[in-house]
């Protein structure tokens, strides 16, 4: 059910977003084919602060679209997906929570030890390198 919901959304956004750009490109008075070098920099400088405008528009539209489908998505994940993720995968954490601490706090003191020892050749690397730019 989900995968379908899902796939409509996808077709739905492709040909919406295919729509809207013919829709736009056709407008009269749009585009038009220039026959010099001339006239396509007149064109060019004609366009170029109208750009910003025009993505201003398309971002607010398409915030909009993304906003609607990001919380149907949470929707559905809030409703079906979570309550079962949380089903099978809450006792599995909880089970193996100890040994996951204990390899955390493991790994936090290898790293810890790694940094004592690793960072002075690292500083000295760096040290070597900014004396590099200097020549």
């Given at each position: ?47 170029l ?7 201003k ?7 909009g ?7 149907v ?5 809030n ?47 760096i ?9």
């Open positions: 059910m989900i995968k379908n919901i899902l796939n409509f959304i996808i077709i739905f956004n492709i040909l919406f977003f295919g729509f809207y750009i013919s829709v736009y490109a056709q407008e009269p008075g749009i585009m038009q084919i220039p026959n010099s070098v001339d006239e396509a920099k007149t064109m060019g400088e004609g366009i602060p109208q750009v910003p405008d025009i993505l528009s398309i971002w607010a539209d398409t915030y679209i993304l906003k609607n489908i990001f919380n998505l949470k929707n559905i994940w409703q079906y997906l979570n309550p079962q993720v949380n089903q099978y995968v809450a006792p599995v954490i909880q089970k193996e929570k100890p040994q996951l601490k204990n390899s955390f706090n493991q790994e936090a003191k290898e790293m810890g030890q790694s940094i004592k020892t690793d960072m002075p050749g690292v500083i000295q690397t040290s070597n390198a900014i004396k590099g730019l200097g020549k």
